[in-house]
């Protein structure tokens, strides 16, 4: 069965800094990987996604990930944080074949001036 | 453009009582997704539907709970003698086919739906 991991609730990091929010998986086979930002009264927003070639993914507002196969995980990085990332971050996987998507709980990021 | 719109923002019903929400998707996308988030949850997968046809319901908790794309473009997703155990924030998202390689989704701002 598919399966999103989100170790940490929240992560704190201050401005300037890089941040790194964390995710792993589980599928059978090659997956489709996904990042969603949540803003507060906002809906889910699109950031990036892997499909398939190169690891490394870059997406929205200098967001960007990297599929590590063999670690199944897909961690959402940035190198300097702004006080405006501040939301939720969720992780979600689909399997190939498939049309359903697996959400991970959420990571709660929080940049500090 | 237009985003993905859902109505009612927020439904307060009573225990038992059937309720519809109803979702706008993207002109165009032909992929629609009811999500179900519950507090400090991610969205929780319900039913895909690729245009008119619900191609995986596999994730509806039970057989009160029922969606409709009858044109293929709105949705209704209709939950009979709701259950406390059914409020959350339900969420619409939709996208273009899958087939075309795009699989991103847009969702819409939720309906936040209260049993009481």
């Known amino acids: 069965a598919q399966s999103v991991a989100q170790p940490e609730d929240q992560v704190n990091v201050a401005e300037g800094n890089p941040l790194t929010v964390k995710c792993t998986y589980s599928?059978?086979?090659?997956?489709?990987l996904f990042w969603y930002v949540q803003y507060p009264n906002r809906g889910l927003q699109f950031l990036l996604k892997?499909?398939?070639?190169?690891?490394l993914v870059k997406g929205s507002y200098g967001f960007e990930a990297e599929f590590n196969k063999s670690q199944t995980s897909f961690h959402l990085k940035k190198p300097s944080a702004l006080v405006s990332d501040s939301a939720l971050y969720f992780c979600?996987?689909?399997?190939?074949?498939?049309?359903?998507?697996?959400f991970g709980t959420g990571t709660r990021l929080k940049v500090l001036a | 453009g237009a985003g993905v719109s859902q109505t009612p923002s927020n439904k307060v019903t009573e225990k038992g009582k059937y309720v519809e929400l109803r979702c706008d998707p993207i002109?165009?996308?032909?992929?629609l997704y009811w999500y179900r988030q519950s507090l400090g949850q991610g969205p929780e997968f319900l039913i895909y539907?690729?245009?008119?046809?619900?191609?995986?319901d596999s994730g509806l908790p039970n057989d009160r709970f029922f969606a409709v794309r009858p044109e293929g473009s709105v949705s209704t997703l209709k939950i009979q003698r709701t259950e406390r155990g059914d409020s959350a924030v339900y969420l619409c998202a939709s996208s273009l086919t899958a087939g075309q390689g795009t699989y991103e989704q847009y969702f819409g701002p939720g309906t936040r739906l209260t049993v009481t």
């Open positions: 979600a996987v689909r399997e190939r074949g498939t049309y359903k998507y697996i």
């Open positions: 539907f690729q245009g008119t046809g619900a191609a995986d």
């Open positions: 599928v059978s086979g090659n997956p489709y």
């Open positions: 002109s165009g996308h032909t992929a």
């Open positions: 892997y499909i398939t070639g190169d690891n």
